[in-house]
């Protein structure tokens, strides 16, 4: 049912931010509330009933599938933010990481998110929902250069041949073994969605020429990593929430909705009334404000904020594909500008 959810708030014409930042901030301690499960469900609870929702979106921090992975390494979370693999680890470090998640606690950044899915399938009516970053994006976080070795990969160079591909490709199974395995934490824990952000999955990874040619580089690194993790979710009774929010072309968004994700979120450059055609009819496309221009008076003044959700929520209407309003990425706390971000978030649930 819990597709059936997301259509029928598309059908109710529904607003809702990704925001859950800007309520964290309004707490004394936000750095305390991170690290207890508990807290961070209120916040998100606090979140949903702000917002007048009943989808519990998470924070999107996408840091700390790296900082969880690195753990194996021996690497602090401050140590995590700035290294990167200078080759690929072994066949027998990845095996060792593999069997070592099951006899392992997640860290506590992990384990706060997972306790806070618990606490809002079991302490709220809402529709608990777990966040984590996809493969491609962890994989080129622990990358000082993805770029090159994708390209290189996508136009037929081997592991065997390269080592920055090699180095691509076990970047790739230690992030896809990592999320797999949080994702199945966060499905017992009672998610009933489980969204992946992607933001690498984009041109600026990925050559439009080259996959135009025909390379199946973007099958290769994102779209089939993210597959497994759309049939763990399936299996589990769950739905997948995807999200990219990079420059994409029409053929990465219709790889996206072959993934057959419940609810596709885009960033702002899409045209997602064109984006309809794109993706499956019963796919509800999210997105696409530009919120992360909130904090410009300039760039996107209050007026632009109103317009664009009408223009947006008109167009979407004419399409008669499921849609529900909302923002292209996470909206963060930025503390110089926290008013002018609420008001604008204010003015888009409001907008017609």
Do not use: W
């Not at 519990?56 to 021996?74: H, I, N, S, T, Y």
């Amino acid at each position: 049912m819990s597709r059936a959810l997301l259509l029928d708030l598309a059908a109710q014409r529904h607003h809702v931010p990704i925001a859950a930042d800007l309520v964290l901030h309004r707490h004394p301690d936000p750095e305390h509330i991170l690290a207890d499960g508990d807290l961070l469900g209120e916040v998100i609870a606090e979140a949903a009933a702000a917002f007048h929702t009943p989808l519990a979106f998470p924070l999107m921090d996408l840091r700390l599938e790296k900082v969880e992975l690195l753990r194996f390494f021996g690497l602090s979370p401050h140590e995590a933010e700035k290294f990167h693999f200078p080759a690929a680890p072994s066949a027998a470090q990845q095996h060792e990481y593999k069997r070592s998640l099951r006899r392992t606690a997640p860290g506590p950044a992990i384990a706060a998110a997972i306790r806070s899915v618990y606490r809002t399938r079991t302490r709220t009516k809402l529709f608990p929902i777990a966040m984590c970053i996809g493969p491609y994006s962890l994989a080129s976080k622990l990358m000082a250069d993805p770029i090159t070795p994708t390209y290189l990969a996508g136009s037929g160079v081997s592991a065997a041949e390269e080592p920055g591909v090699a180095l691509l490709e076990a970047c790739l199974e230690l992030g896809l073994t990592c999320i797999l395995h949080e994702v199945e934490l966060a499905l017992a824990a009672g998610a009933r969605a489980v969204f992946v952000a992607e933001p690498a999955a984009n041109q600026f990874y990925f050559s439009p020429l080259q996959l135009a040619e025909g390379s199946n580089i973007f099958e290769r690194c994102v779209l089939a990593p993210n597959r497994r993790i759309a049939d763990l979710v399936a299996d589990r009774g769950a739905e997948l929430i995807f999200h990219s929010c990079g420059e994409l072309t029409d053929q990465m968004v219709a790889g996206f909705g072959s993934l057959r994700p419940a609810l596709l979120s885009l960033g702002s450059s899409r045209p997602l009334p064109r984006d309809a055609s794109l993706v499956p009819a019963d796919t509800v496309l999210y997105g696409n404000i530009a919120s992360k221009l909130f904090y410009s008076d300039s760039l996107m003044p209050l007026s632009r904020v109103a317009d664009d959700t009408a223009r947006l929520a008109a167009a979407m209407a004419v399409t008669g594909h499921p849609f529900i309003l909302g923002t292209e990425c996470d909206t963060l706390h930025v503390p110089e500008y926290a008013a002018t971000i609420r008001q604008k978030v204010e003015c888009l649930l409001t907008a017609a």
